[in-house]
Nanobody, 126 residues
Framework: QVQLVESGGGLVQAGGSLRLSCAAS????????MGWFRQAPGKERDFVAA????????YYTDSVKGRFTISRDNAKNTVYLQMNILKPEDTAVYYC???????????????????WGQGTQVTVSS
């Protein structure tokens, strides 16, 4: 069982930055691929970024490439999402997710993940 707790959301002006954190319980964090998804009001939950359980490869949806960076610190059981040059369309609830030794080709698919956090709100004002 893995519990995920996100933090770091908030209100920021367009062009600003936020860093989201997702702290995981358990001693096997290093065996989990980690992903970030987001859900805007009235929309489906969409893939944002992911990092393999080995930590060697990262993936991003096109709209955040060059602005967002996902990273992990296995010693701290934490995955991060650094978000720069934020835009109003980035406004959403952001969720982190963990997938046990998930294969690379499935990391953008929500069904790949076994555990989800409760979400943190990110609001970008124009």
């Amino acid at each position: 069982q893995v519990q995920l707790v996100e933090s770091g959301g908030g209100l920021v002006q367009a062009g600003g930055s936020l860093r989201l954190s997702c702290a995981a319980s358990g001693r096997t964090f290093g065996n989990y691929a980690m992903g970030w998804f987001r859900q805007a009001p009235g929309k489906e939950r969409d893939f944002v970024a992911a990092i393999t359980w080995i930590g060697d490869i990262t993936y991003y949806t096109d709209s955040v490439k060059g602005r967002f960076t996902i990273s992990r610190d296995n010693a701290k059981n934490t995955v991060y999402l650094q978000m720069n040059i934020l835009k109003p369309e980035d406004t959403a609830v952001y969720y982190c997710a963990a997938g046990y030794r998930a294969p690379r080709f499935g990391l953008s698919d929500a069904s790949t993940y076994n555990y989800w956090g409760q979400g943190t709100q990110v609001t970008v004002s124009s």
